[in-house]
């Protein structure tokens, strides 16, 4: 099994990936990794924000004004949710925070990005749809930032 810091790509860690984990009403974040089942999907996804990644700092690292930037200058994609477990999924749902019960985000398919600095969500929505060439064909825009997921 992999460790936390270990990459699943160029940029993005194992870590990324773990699910929230929800003890005494307390949000614990990034406590729990996808199991075996869904590595092969997780490991899909993360390769799919990778292309966004790189894409993003072909088209804009020249311009500082976009995006949050690691020590190497390079436009960082932040993730915001990326594989749950079920339980963490319906207590976001229980909670009013998903519109669904199960969702791609528990079969490893789906990642929330949060908007860059010096983008709106839907600038974001319309960057990764028509200039990413990814498989995520399924899209939500929200006021901090895009879901993607492979339907």
């Known amino acids: 099994m992999k460790n936390y810091n270990d990459k ?6 194992f870590g990324e990936s773990w699910s929230t984990r929800v003890i005494n009403g307390i949000e614990y974040k990034r406590q729990v990794p996808p199991t075996i089942e869904y590595l092969h999907d997780v490991t899909i996804t993360a390769e799919e924000g990778q292309i966004i990644r790189d ?16 020590k190497n200058n390079e436009i960082m994609l932040l993730i915001d949710s990326f594989w749950r477990e079920i339980i963490f ?40 749809r028509y200039k990413c060439n990814t498989k995520f064909n399924w899209f939500k825009v929200y006021r901090w930032g895009i879901h993607c997921s492979r339907r």
């Open 89 to 128: 999924q319906l207590y976001l749902y229980k909670k009013g925070l998903s519109t669904t019960k199960d969702g791609d985000h528990p079969k490893g398919k789906a990642i929330d990005l949060v908007t860059p600095k010096g983008m709106t969500p839907y600038q974001f929505y319309r960057f990764i």
């Open 55 to 70: 894409r993003l700092n072909e088209v804009y690292g020249s311009n500082p004004l976009i995006g949050y930037r690691d």
């Open 8 to 13: 699943l790509t160029r940029n993005i860690k």
